[in-house]
């Protein structure tokens, strides 16, 4: 009897952990073709697409507004409907995308593109990965099951972006910049056909795994206006989604890095994509250990904390020249400055349980959040393009990273403000 009992609770177990995995590899995956490709790669991307900052910035805001469009919506279908189909349907769909990136479309289908990513990324997939993990957490270990969930899919995107450096470092020459257009045209062509195949395996991934659990329906539509009226008028998830908007734009940031080392670091495009890759992996790091602290002390401490170490951390960016020997310090910031963003991307919907926001109002909650938290998909490419184009060299990335501390101050004093609120309200409701 013993042995049937262990049996049963270690394939319970067993069964639990693939659910997050599969939840952390279709979590990192759907973005993978929309953003990976332009983060890690950048610099090969503007080439082969004969792009210039701004214009790529454009098309990627053409997939903000299209996700702001969705979110809302998006959160109401995933408290009605099973996670795993809705999940399933937009990475295939995601997947479908990237055969036509590998086309290479002009600046115009590039926009399109963008834009019906923005939909399949976001519509059925966004708030049903978070529910679910929030689910998966319970009470007690938000932290973990979030930073579990982000630090997860750091790795999963470093690792890729490893395989992807490989293939862009063996399809052209020994020195980068003596590649042909014809060789780096199919360097970059094979990487988005790798993105395509791994999204393409998550949706079948998900469709296996994922329990196929169905929102609660009763009364549901009586119900549905009430619920969001609930949420809107709740003071937490509209600071919430402040911070999120700050913690967003800090991540949005790092996708400007490898071109970074190119610019003003001095690397070729290889060796800057591998920075890139390298400092991803801190994301697991960043965002587990994050996670594991919140259980321990709250989510609004943590995030406190590392808004201003984020402050700091850009300040010193944007005021130190490579030219006068503080590389050591130039590296330091950046590598602080991963973790301190990635222990926010990891922590800061675990503010929805410290905050005690209905369960059953999750996706709806979420929904509203990603509307706000996410509007940097829809503006921050353009301006940090802009930014960059209007002040070549060095001196763009100081604006650049001033824009970021900016951000940051924001976000620390939103988070200030939601400790403040909390505290005011004595049965923990709002």
């Known amino acids: 009897m013993t042995t049937i009992t262990l049996s049963e609770k270690n394939k319970k177990t067993a069964s639990k952990w693939l659910i997050i995995f599969s939840l952390v590899f279709a979590g990192e995956m759907i973005f993978s073709l929309p953003f990976h490709v332009a983060r890690f790669f950048r610099p090969t991307f503007l080439d082969v697409f004969n792009l210039t900052n701004a214009e790529l910035g454009d098309a990627i805001a053409i997939y903000g507004i299209m996700a702001i469009l969705v979110y809302f919506p998006g959160g109401t279908m995933a408290d009605r409907f099973s996670a795993k189909k809705l999940m399933s349907i937009s990475l295939f769909a995601t997947a479908v995308g990237g055969l036509f990136l590998a086309q290479i479309p002009g600046q115009f289908g590039l926009a399109i593109l963008f834009g019906y990513w923005g939909v399949t990324t976001i519509f059925l997939f966004w708030a049903a990965m978070i529910k679910t993990t929030r689910n998966w957490g319970g009470e007690l270990s938000q932290g973990k099951a979030f930073g579990i969930l982000d630090g997860g899919r750091g790795l999963v995107a470093a690792g890729a972006a490893t395989l992807a450096v490989i293939f862009l470092g063996e399809m052209l020459p020994d020195t980068p910049e003596n590649a042909t257009d014809v060789q780096r045209l199919n360097a970059f062509r094979l990487i988005i056909y790798y993105y395509t195949a791994l999204t393409f395996l998550a949706s079948v991934l998900v469709w296996f795994v994922i329990p196929d659990t169905n929102g609660s329906k009763s009364n549901q539509d009586k119900n549905l206006l009430k619920g969001i009226i609930k949420v809107i008028r709740n003071r937490a998830v509209w600071l919430q989604a402040i911070i999120v908007v700050c913690a967003y734009s800090g991540y949005k940031g790092l996708d400007y890095y490898s071109l970074y080392g190119v610019d003003v670091l001095?690397?070729?495009?290889?060796?800057?994509?591998?920075?890139?890759?390298?400092?991803?992996?801190?994301?697991?790091?960043?965002?587990?250990?994050?996670?594991?602290?919140?259980?321990?002390?709250?989510?609004?401490?943590?995030?406190?904390?590392?808004?201003?170490?984020?402050?700091?951390?850009?300040?010193?960016?944007?005021?130190?020249d490579p030219a006068n020997k503080f590389l050591t310090i130039i590296y330091a910031n950046i590598i602080i400055s991963f973790v301190a963003v990635y222990a926010l991307r990891g922590v800061y919907f675990a503010l929805l349980e410290e905050t005690k926001i209905s369960g059953k109002l999750t996706g709806t909650a979420v929904g509203l959040i990603s509307i706000i938290g996410y509007t940097p998909d829809a503006f921050f490419n353009s301006l940090a393009g802009r930014i960059l184009d209007s002040s070549p060299g060095l001196k763009g990335y100081q604006h650049f990273y001033m824009l970021l501390t900016a951000f940051s101050i924001v976000g620390l004093m939103a988070t200030a403000v939601l400790v403040y609120v909390k505290r005011q309200n004595t049965s923990g409701h709002y």
């Open 266 to 320: 001095g690397m070729n495009e290889v060796s800057a994509a591998q920075l890139v890759t390298n400092a991803s992996y801190l994301r697991a790091a960043g965002a587990i250990g994050a996670g594991f602290i919140v259980d321990r002390l709250s989510a609004s401490k943590v995030i406190t904390w590392t808004f201003g170490l984020l402050v700091v951390s850009y300040i010193l960016l944007s005021l130190i």
